[in-house]
């Protein structure tokens, strides 16, 4: 029986390595950078590409340095290495796949290489879409990872290089983090040792050249550029004097975790429980060290007066640790339930998937194909054949994970992780011409291009973000500038008065958008 036992953990631990690396690779490719974040973030990797200039992270001609640039260095690094193969925007995003796939390897080395844990992680449902996301958070995250792994193993040198990840990364925050987690552990014996402390000191010194190199060089380029980028986009944004970022909820996290982190955070929570109840678990390192990085963590965030869901995805990884430690003693009548909701959910995920989009196929029935048009209305409902045999692929994938799947411990989070991937196949295959539809400038960007002679200057004027990024892109549109051609947005439409100079051209905007505007003027 003992033998039986180990083959069944040796087939659940190869099944869960398939099931993880499939839901990384499934949606890094295919479909235009979304806005808002994706389109941006891509802006500044196209500058990157563009013109060689890597120090100051630059979008639509414009500096913007509201993060540091390791993630849009390592992006711009994937579209060199693959924009043979792909456009330069998914060459890009494999970077997120990168990082992705080191926060999955660093929580495995932290968790003291279960399997159950990274597989927790790639499980709750608030990492899924941000996983594949072209987002400086994937870099961020893994960054903290990594850090939260060199804690458990007390590696001063791979404390700071972590650290430094994350610092390079979204900025202060990050490391911020880690620094006050490592202090804080220092309540407990465990850590009050020598070793541990000389740890500290090493990291100080290994996280000096990421957190001192770019700095000094954009310091030296621009001092105001430096001000901009640490006060305000660090402190000011936290304090809220900068008016940047989120909305000021201190109580959003609390909130959000209850469905962003499932279904890691019930299993850790049974986790704490039992340690208090028997309290020689408290005692713990392995419960100790990912308790006050998690609760170090949701008091800087929750304090922050800036917030969004995004922000808490380093919330997940100290949950996912706590809860890889739950499944070898939850008991049957708390671990069938979350089976049954993982089984059932991913089943009906598919099954509305594929129901709805044979919905908008045949037009039947006619008033669900109507409101499901409504959101990407310039989409044509039609059969691909590869993106046809993916989704078919995936679903019985799901349905053979299900079959197959041992009764040992790791099933309750392979039958998630494998539920969400499915639903996240059936959704990156199926519907991702109507969602690149509905969240892509490029049939803005075309129709502008239309009435742009080739090589022309075409200057911006109040573009957003996401659209200064996109339309540089597509358009080679660039603000500040002196052009023959202007491009004007507007969130209403009531055509811009630019001046009498200029001459409109053409207006339009996205399909079904009736809060971006756009006008083309030539000047007379």
Same mark, same amino acid.
């Given at each position: 029986?003992? %033998?039986?036992?180990?083959?069944?953990?040796?087939?659940?631990?190869?099944?869960?390595?398939?099931?993880?690396?499939?839901?990384?690779?499934?949606?890094?490719?295919?479909?235009?950078?979304?806005?808002?974040?994706?389109?941006?973030?891509?802006?500044?990797?196209?500058?990157?590409?563009?013109?060689?200039? *890597?120090?100051?992270?630059?979008?639509?001609?414009?500096?913007?340095?509201?993060?540091?640039?390791?993630?849009?260095?390592?992006?711009?690094?994937?579209?060199?290495?693959?924009?043979?193969? +792909?456009?330069?925007?998914?060459?890009?995003?494999?970077?997120?796949?990168?990082?992705?796939?080191?926060?999955? *390897?660093?929580?495995?080395?932290?968790? /003291?290489?279960?399997?159950?844990?990274?597989?927790?992680?790639?499980?709750?449902?608030?990492?899924?879409?941000?996983?594949?996301?072209?987002?400086?958070?994937?870099?961020?995250?893994?960054?903290?990872?990594?850090?939260?792994?060199?804690?458990?193993?007390?590696?001063?040198?791979?404390?700071?290089?972590?650290?430094?990840?994350?610092?390079?990364?979204?900025?202060?925050?990050? =490391?911020?983090?880690?620094?006050?987690?490592?202090?804080?552990?220092?309540?407990?014996?465990?850590?009050?040792?020598?070793?541990?402390?000389?740890?500290?000191?090493?990291?100080?010194?290994?996280?000096?050249?990421?957190?001192?190199?770019?700095?000094?060089?954009?310091?030296?380029?621009?001092?105001?550029?430096?001000?901009?980028?640490? *006060?305000?986009?660090?402190?000011?944004?936290?304090?809220?004097?900068?008016?940047? /970022?989120?909305?000021?909820?201190?109580?959003?996290?609390?909130? @959000?975790?209850?469905?962003?982190?499932?279904?890691? !955070?019930?299993?850790?929570?049974?986790?704490?429980?039992?340690?208090?109840?028997?309290?020689?678990?408290?005692?713990?390192?392995? #419960?100790?060290?990912?308790?006050?990085? #998690? +609760?170090?963590?949701?008091?800087?965030?929750?304090?922050?007066?800036?917030?969004?869901?995004?922000?808490?995805?380093?919330?997940?990884?100290?949950?996912?640790?706590?809860?890889?430690? %739950?499944?070898?003693?939850?008991?049957?009548?708390?671990?069938?339930?979350?089976?049954?909701?993982?089984?059932?959910?991913?089943?009906?995920?598919?099954?509305?998937?594929?129901?709805?989009?044979?919905?908008?196929?045949? /037009?039947?029935?006619?008033?669900?194909?109507?409101?499901?048009?409504?959101?990407?209305? /310039?989409?044509?409902?039609?059969?691909?054949?590869?993106?046809?045999?993916?989704?078919? @692929?995936?679903?019985?994938? *799901?349905?053979?994970?299900?079959?197959?799947?041992?009764?040992?411990? !790791?099933?309750?989070?392979?039958?998630?992780?494998?539920?969400?991937?499915?639903?996240?196949?059936?959704?990156?295959?199926?519907?991702?011409?109507?969602?690149?539809?509905?969240?892509?400038?490029?049939?803005?960007?075309?129709?502008?291009?239309?009435?742009?002679?080739?090589? @022309?200057?075409?200057?911006?004027?109040?573009?957003?973000?996401?659209?200064?990024?996109? #339309?540089?892109?597509?358009?080679?549109?660039?603000?500040?500038?002196?052009?023959?051609?202007?491009?004007?947005?507007?969130?209403?439409?009531?055509?811009?008065?630019?001046?009498?100079?200029?001459?409109?051209?053409?207006?339009?905007?996205? =399909?079904?958008?009736?809060?971006?505007?756009?006008? !083309?003027?030539?000047?007379?």
């Amino acid at each position: 029986m003992g %033998a039986s036992t180990q083959q069944s953990s040796g087939f659940s631990g190869a099944l869960a390595i398939g099931v993880i690396a499939a839901w990384i690779g499934l949606g890094l490719v295919g479909h235009d950078p979304w806005k808002p974040d994706e389109a941006y973030t891509f802006g500044l990797v196209w500058h990157i590409l563009e013109t060689g200039q *890597w120090l100051v992270p630059t979008l639509g001609g414009e500096p913007f340095v509201e993060k540091p640039p390791l993630f849009f260095w390592t992006a711009a690094l994937f579209a060199k290495l693959f924009g043979w193969a +792909l456009p330069p925007h998914d060459a890009a995003r494999l970077a997120s796949g990168f990082y992705v796939a080191l926060t999955l *390897w660093f929580t495995y080395l932290a968790s /003291g290489k279960r399997i159950a844990a990274p597989l927790l992680l790639a499980a709750c449902l608030g990492y899924l879409q941000h996983a594949h996301q072209l987002i400086t958070d994937n870099a961020l995250l893994a960054g903290i990872a990594l850090g939260i792994y060199a804690l458990s193993a007390k590696n001063g040198w791979l404390l700071g290089t972590g650290a430094g990840v994350a610092f390079l990364s979204k900025g202060l925050l990050g =490391p911020g983090v880690l620094g006050i987690s490592a202090l804080a552990l220092l309540a407990f014996p465990y850590w009050r040792e020598r070793r541990y402390l000389v740890s500290l000191g090493w990291a100080a010194i290994s996280f000096a050249p990421w957190a001192l190199i770019w700095p000094a060089l954009l310091h030296a380029r621009s001092p105001a550029l430096f001000e901009e980028w640490f *006060w305000v986009n660090n402190f000011g944004r936290f304090s809220g004097s900068a008016g940047l /970022g989120g909305v000021l909820d201190h109580w959003l996290y609390l909130k @959000a975790l209850p469905w962003f982190a499932l279904p890691a !955070l019930p299993l850790a929570a049974w986790t704490a429980w039992r340690a208090w109840r028997e309290r020689s678990e408290l005692r713990s390192a392995e #419960f100790q060290m990912p308790a006050v990085v #998690f +609760l170090v963590m949701l008091v800087v965030l929750s304090a922050a007066s800036s917030a969004r869901t995004v922000y808490g995805l380093p919330l997940l990884v100290p949950l996912a640790l706590l809860g890889a430690g %739950a499944l070898g003693s939850l008991p049957e009548r708390w671990r069938a339930p979350l089976e049954h909701i993982g089984l059932w959910g991913g089943t009906l995920m598919v099954l509305v998937l594929w129901g709805a989009w044979l919905a908008l196929l045949i /037009g039947w029935p006619p008033a669900i194909a109507a409101r499901l048009a409504t959101y990407s209305p /310039g989409y044509l409902a039609h059969v691909e054949a590869v993106p046809f045999l993916f989704a078919v @692929a995936a679903t019985s994938a *799901w349905l053979f994970v299900l079959i197959v799947v041992p009764r040992d411990m !790791l099933r309750m989070p392979i039958i998630w992780t494998a539920g969400i991937t499915a639903g996240w196949g059936v959704a990156m295959t199926l519907w991702l011409p109507f969602i690149d539809d509905a969240k892509s400038y490029r049939s803005v960007g075309a129709a502008v291009r239309g009435h742009v002679p080739q090589g @022309a200057c075409v200057a911006g004027r109040n573009l957003t973000e996401p659209q200064r990024a996109m #339309f540089h892109y597509y358009d080679g549109v660039v603000a500040g500038r002196e052009c023959a051609l202007l491009l004007v947005h507007t969130g209403a439409p009531d055509a811009p008065q630019p001046g009498r100079e200029w001459k409109l051209l053409w207006h339009g905007t996205r =399909p079904g958008d009736d809060k971006e505007y756009f006008w !083309l003027f030539s000047a007379r």
